[in-house]
Every structure is written in C-alpha cells, then in structure tokens.
C-alpha cells in the first residue's frame, strides 16, 4: 500500500516550508535514507528524507511552493501502484512529461480558465486597442503559451514574457517554479521594462551601469529572520556594553599552538586554530566565571541554564544561521574548533540537522573578519546575550611604562536582555572575558 510521505516539522518554529527543489523524480526508484527534495525552512534548508524502498509515485507539490507542516508532500509505493488522492495537492509537481489522466484535467481547466479570461479582457478593449504595436504581439504570444493560472499571475506582475520562459510542466506548461526562476536569473523580461540604451550620437560618455531595481521574493527563511529580529528588538530591552582587549597573547598563543601543530597529521594531533575558536572558548570559560549570563527570560522566572549550548553565526546565501555547540564548557579547545569548522561547513552545504541550530544559551557573532572594528548584535531569543567581535587592529597605545608603542587591539560588545542581566553583571562577563583573552593560557587548563 502506497504511503504518503507529510511535511515534517523540521525546526521548534516552523509551520510552513518551501519545497525548493526535487531530487527524485516521478517513476524513479528510491530506498530507505534516499534524500527526495530540499526544504527551506524558517532556519535553513534541508533535505527531506524517504524512510520506505519503492517507487517515487507522485509528487503532490511542485518547486517553490509553501507547504504546510503535515501536508502530503508526494507518495512512495511499489510500481505500477496508483498513488492516493489528496486534498490540497499541488498542479504543478515536477518530472512530470506523462502524468496521467488527472494532469490532462487539470491542463485542461486551467486553459478554460485562461480563455475566459482572454474573452472578457478582448471584451472590454476599445476599438483603438488593436494598434498592433509590440506590446499587444507580446500578449498575444503569452496567452498561446501552456502555463498555470498562477505562472501568468506571477509573470504578469513581474513583467516576465512566458514565451521567454521554459516550462517544467507537463507537456512543457509553465509552472509557477518556472517563473519564478526566470525572476530569480533576471531573464525574460518584458522589452519594454528595460531602459532604452544611450545614444552614441548624443556625444554622451557612459562610465558604467548601475544593476535595475527589482523586487526579490522573500525565502521562508529570511521572512524568519525579519520575525524573529523585529521580536527581539521590540520584546526585549537591550543595553550595550563595550569593552577594548590587548589581543597580541591571544596572537602570540595561536602562532606558537600552530606552528607546534602544522608538521603533524590529523591522527597524530595535528591542528590549526582560527582565533574565532580561541574567542569560543574564551567567551565559554567566561560563562562558567559569571554564569549569570548563561540566562533566559522565563515570564514569571529567570532560567538560569546548567550548560553552555554555545551558537556562533554563519552567514549563508539565504541569510544567517545559528549551529550550536553543546556543552562547550566542558570542551576542549580542540574539541570546539573541530566542531565549529564541522557545523559551519554543513551550514554552508544546508546539512543542518533541527537540533543543531536549536537549544543555544548563550550567541557568538564575528565579523573582524570582514574589517568592522565594533557593532552590536540583536539578542538571539531566547538568550539574554549576544557577544560581538571586532577585527584585530593595530593602533597606537600607551604601554605600562608610559610609552607609546604599536598595540593590537579588539574591541568586544555585549547586547543584554535587562530584564535578566543588570549593567553590573553584564560588566563582570566583560571584565572575565578580557582577563582570559589578555592571560590566554588559562582556557588550555
């Protein structure tokens, strides 16, 4: 008997996904642990994974539409097996060259519908309408093109030409995946929504273009974003505090542990540490010294946690994601840099699992290597702090003697939820991350 394969909740806060993209197609066989279709969730994207051998017999959806948590996303069963009915299934499923009866219905409403809708448009047109000017060819053009009510909807809105656009549906129909690819790629653009070139009689000297505005469509992701930071900043009272560190032991040690290591193999111990993985470590080591911090906002308490669940930022195409590193106060310093390179990779490759971006006490952000020297971060809910790091710059400062000498310095900022941790507290984390930062060799004990 064929199963039908749901939406699963992949993250503590979805409701909706998008499927994004197909990696079987209909007809095709798939086992237990196959990947079928990449998700994109209000976290990252993921892959949706099939848990039967069989056959993949129908898609329900098709690429980029929003699916429900628990809605039928496609069936698996054996071949030649007719695959159940479902309500809410989508037209528009992919791989789909000779889908049956019911794919032929569909095609056919949908062209009934879009006559209808030619007949009443024709029908409201002044006589002077017939000019037989490019812009009605064009539209004459889209309206022989086979595409969903939906695709024309879309393309109409964009200025998307769908005699431009290549169709994935059945029988080559437009879909509206189709068009949003084309909205994505800039490709198939009404003639008339594009800028008439300079001319070169004008004597005019063009130093270069500027990229068209454009609306681009919100990822599942990035509206999660929005939600989520606009909740923390106008839920949560914020303060800022700022602290400036000598950052030459911290230099110094990650010189001498790497070129200790750099002759070694991986099994023998070998290692290379970035100073993000010192600055984990250290900011770990300063919870256990003020584990005030390690806190959340709890209405009626304040959830003072027993371990530090440590998440640091990576920033990805569609956004940011946050991959926590569990129990990181009773790691290593080796232990937290290869797990750190291990979750930012998958991060970047969207091979998150849900616990591992969930569960974090306490939020690391760095963006020194992108040469900003200090910021602020937004609290990253439900934790009551979000520690911000600055490149390492070389400046002028006065040494214990009184000299003016060449310093290398980083600036490190707190964001505190207040109703949590007062100014004074959130002082102390500073002072003890500066002390372990300045006095590297006490995280190695």
């Not at 001319?199 to 989520?228: D, H, N, Q, T, Y």
């Amino acid at each position: 008997m064929a199963e039908i394969i749901e939406m699963p909740k992949l993250s503590d806060t979805m409701t909706t996904g998008t499927l994004v993209k197909w990696l079987k197609k209909e007809g095709e066989s798939v086992s237990n642990g196959d990947k079928l279709a990449e998700v994109e969730t209000d976290k990252a994207t993921m892959e949706l994974e099939n848990f039967d051998d069989g056959v993949l017999l129908k898609c329900y959806v098709g690429e980029g539409d929003q699916v429900d948590v628990g809605a039928p996303v496609c069936a698996i069963g054996e071949e030649g097996e007719d695959a159940p009915e479902v309500e809410g299934g989508s037209s528009d499923s992919p791989s789909k060259e000779d889908s049956g009866d019911d794919a032929e219905k569909e095609d056919k409403a949908e062209e009934e519908d879009d006559d209808a809708g030619k007949e009443s448009a024709e029908s409201e047109e002044s006589p002077e309408s017939d000019s037989g000017d490019d812009s009605s060819s064009d539209d004459e053009d889209d309206s022989r093109v086979k595409a969903s009510p939906l695709a024309r909807k879309i393309a109409k809105e964009n200025g998307i030409k769908l005699s431009a656009v290549e169709g994935s549906g059945p029988r080559g129909r437009v879909v509206k995946s189709d068009v949003l690819k084309a909205i994505d790629s800039g490709s198939a653009k009404e003639s008339e929504s594009s800028p008439a070139p300079a001319s070169s009689s004008s004597g005019a000297v063009v130093s270069g273009s500027f990229p068209e505005g454009e609306e681009i469509k919100l990822s599942g992701m990035r509206s999660a974003i929005a939600r989520r930071l606009l909740e923390s900043k106008t839920t949560i009272p914020h303060f800022y505090l700022e602290v400036e560190v000598d950052a030459a032991p911290l230099l110094t040690l990650r010189k001498s542990v790497n070129e200790g290591l750099a002759d070694l193999s991986p099994e023998a111990g070998g290692a290379k540490f970035s100073v993000n993985d010192l600055i984990l470590k250290a900011s770990s080591e300063a919870l256990r010294r003020v584990p005030a911090v390690n806190a959340s906002w709890g209405e009626s308490k304040i959830i003072r946690h027993g371990a530090v669940h440590l998440s640091f930022a990576v920033a990805v195409d569609e956004g940011l994601v946050t991959p926590v590193i569990r129990d990181a106060h009773a790691k290593t310093l080796r232990q937290i840099s290869a797990e750190a390179k291990e979750l930012a990779v998958k991060a970047k490759s969207k091979k998150l699992k849900p616990d591992e971006m969930s569960g974090s006490t306490f939020t690391v952000t760095n963006l020194g290597m992108f040469g900003i020297n200090a910021f602020f971060g937004i609290i990253n809910p439900p934790n009551a702090a979000i520690l911000s790091v600055g490149a390492t710059v070389s400046k002028p400062v006065v040494d214990k003697n009184g000299q003016i000498v060449v310093g290398q310095r980083m600036n490190i900022g707190i964001s505190a939820d207040h109703r949590v941790v007062d100014g004074a507290i959130a002082a102390q984390y500073l002072a003890a991350l500066k002390e372990v930062l300045e006095a590297p060799a006490l995280m190695l004990v």
